[in-house]
C-alpha cells in the first residue's frame, strides 16, 4: 500500500485501519482478521473465497459492503495482498 498515493493509517475498528483516497480499504483487527471493503456485487463470490459476514458489534451486521476476513484465510503472503486489493479496489465500486 506504501506504493499508493494518499494512504493513511488510523486506529479504529480495535485496529490498524487504512484509509486510500479518505475511504477506509481494509483494517487490520488485534485478533489478525482483517476487516476489508468490497464491491456490494461481489458479496457472494467473496464469501466463497473465505469471507465472511462483518459485524459492528453483536448482532449489528455491516451489510453487503464489507467482510471479514479471518486470520487463517491471511496465513499466505499472495492471499493477504488479494484481499488488500479487494479492499482497494472497492473504492472504484
Not at 1 to 27: C, I, K, W, Y
Not at 47 to 62: F, I, V
Not at 65 to 84: C, K, M, N, R, S
Amino acid at each position: 500500500m506504501a506504493s499508493l498515493p494518499n494512504v493513511r493509517e488510523v486506529r479504529m475498528f480495535g485496529g490498524l485501519s487504512f484509509m486510500v483516497d479518505a475511504r477506509l480499504s481494509v483494517s487490520a483487527s488485534i485478533d489478525g482478521n482483517l476487516l476489508v471493503r468490497i464491491a456490494p456485487a461481489d458479496y457472494d463470490e467473496l464469501c466463497q473465497r473465505g469471507g465472511k459476514p462483518a459485524y459492528m458489534g453483536k448482532g449489528r451486521p455491516m451489510g453487503p459492503g464489507w467482510l471479514t476476513v479471518p486470520f487463517e484465510h491471511l496465513q499466505d503472503d499472495g492471499e493477504l495482498a488479494y484481499w488488500i486489493n479487494v479492499g482497494i479496489d472497492s473504492r472504484d465500486a
